[in-house]
């Protein structure tokens, strides 16, 4: 089935704004296939960016780029849109009439066509009478009510919902965020006023099970014995920085144990106290046995050991071998940080504080116990600190997050790498460059990141910095399945899913979905669900 392609046009985002600041272009084509990658069928809608669109750019592409969406993101009014002059330095307008005279020429396949940019209305609407339908502005529209609106329209569209739809998704994701209704976009028709309900993305086509009569009673009995002999591996769970942190026993500290019995450090065998408690539960926490290493943090506890409680609070806080009791676990952890000034039991602090387990959701409070913790060098408070710092979206913000990621990854952290390398990718903070981002992930994921595998995997895939290869692409997500990451194995299913690089099969692509969703991905659940009512 042919993907749905989108022609994104992005104006120069500093032209765009003479003497303002730069349009926010970089951060919505990020939110955008953000959001994408997380719909039914993303494989099936693909992104073709210009930036710093030229009036000839346009017409060039628009002739050759066979697109059903064109999307423009910049600065527009009642002259039009801006683009920018062939000389790259001067910026001009193009009005309703000759860009209606264009896609009259030139539109091919094009069937929605979505202005992002203000007082877009009458340019939209010239579009609409030609191609069916369009998406505008009537009056000024903020960069953050275009980057919320696009983002969840496209992952709409990638759904495979309707227009219609998709647009109204977009209005309530600005509702949701508190955005003006001056600003919101209008959808536009021309003559047909059922163009709105056209679906861009195709489903795939329902499979109908075949029946098949086996020859003889022995012969189902051999084919039952078969298919008992198949036994998927065991999946493993995501795991956060504190299961990592309270599980960090090295593969060559561990000496063979009775099944059961969990591992026993070489080290805690010559410690004594809690510290030996500690090691105990670190090491049984590794070997996934949850319950018995409760038993030994508890120990710790007792003594009043800082990383036990901290430990023993994260357990308490998400139900890992004990019963989920937020109230407890805030106390372990509160007490751990306060009272034992514990960098770990302060970063589980300071989570829980951001999502509100065991007490009152509070952001600021949650920042004073990352910084804390970062003061003694805890790489994963670091890390937090440059999230915060990035969920601002500005200029400002990245410099932050970029200084923070630096910092953590100075401090041992190795996701930071992943997360230096997406700030490259995107171009926040730093020039765009594709190629550094890629040798970020590299290095992460011969540290041993599941996350840097699966972006050097999607780095292949997207042709990120690389050729595409989905060959390439298949054994990162490999890679990374094996070591327990849900979205690798989300990935692996859409390849099949899709046919990319290998036969498309839908038999696997459910198989890789379910483990994908028992490992906690609610993405591969949805496709799961998607694919079992094709």
Known sequence: MRKTKVLFFSADPILAR??????????EMHRIETQVRKARHAHRLHFEAHGAARADDFLDFLEHADARIVHFSGHGGKQGLR?????????????????????????????????????????????????????????KISDDAAIIFNSRFYQSIANGDSVRRAFDKGLTALQVHGILESEYPK???????????????KTLPRVRPRVVAFASAAA?????????????????????????ACGSVSATDV????????????????????????????????????????????RGVAAKDGEAMGCLGYMYLNGRGVDSQPGIGFGLVHDGAVKERNPHAMYVLANAYLAGQGTDRREHLAREWFQKAALLHHAESMRSLGHLAARRMTEDGYRDALAWYGRAREAGSIEAMVDLGAMYQF???????????????RAAAAAGSRRGMLAVGRSH?????????????????????????AEAMNSIGALYDGGLGVPENHRKAAAWYRRAGQAGSVIARGNLARLESD
């Open 18 to 27: 003479p003497g303002g600041a730069p349009l926010e272009i970089a951060e």
């Open 83 to 139: 683009f920018v002059h062939a000389d790259g330095l001067h910026p001009h307008n193009v009005d309703a009439e000759a860009l209606a005279k264009v896609f009259r020429q030139y539109k091919g396949p094009v069937r929605l066509v979505v202005v992002a940019a203000c007082s877009s209305h009458d340019v939209a609407q010239a579009i609409a009478n030609i191609v069916g339908c369009a998406i505008g502005t009537t009056s």
């Open 187 to 201: 959808i536009l028709l021309g003559e047909k006023k059922d163009a709105a309900d056209l679906v861009l993305v």
């Open 220 to 244: 189902l009995a051999c084919a039952v014995t078969t298919a008992r002999l198949v036994r998927e591996p065991p999946v493993p769970l995501e795991l956060t920085a504190s299961d990592i």
């Open 255 to 298: 000496k063979t144990h009775a099944p059961g019995q969990g591992a026993m450090s070489l080290a805690s065998a010559a410690l004594g106290g809690p510290a030996k408690d500690v090691a105990d539960g670190k090491a049984l926490y590794h070997d996934r046995n949850y319950t018995a290493a409760a038993e030994a943090f508890a």
């Open 427 to 441: 171009g926040q903070a730093v020039p765009r460059d594709p190629s550094l981002a890629l040798q970020w992930y």
């Open 461 to 485: 895939q997207d042709g990120v910095g690389t050729v595409q290869d989905y060959g390439m692409a298949m054994a990162w997500y490999r890679k990374a399945a094996e070591l327990g990451s």
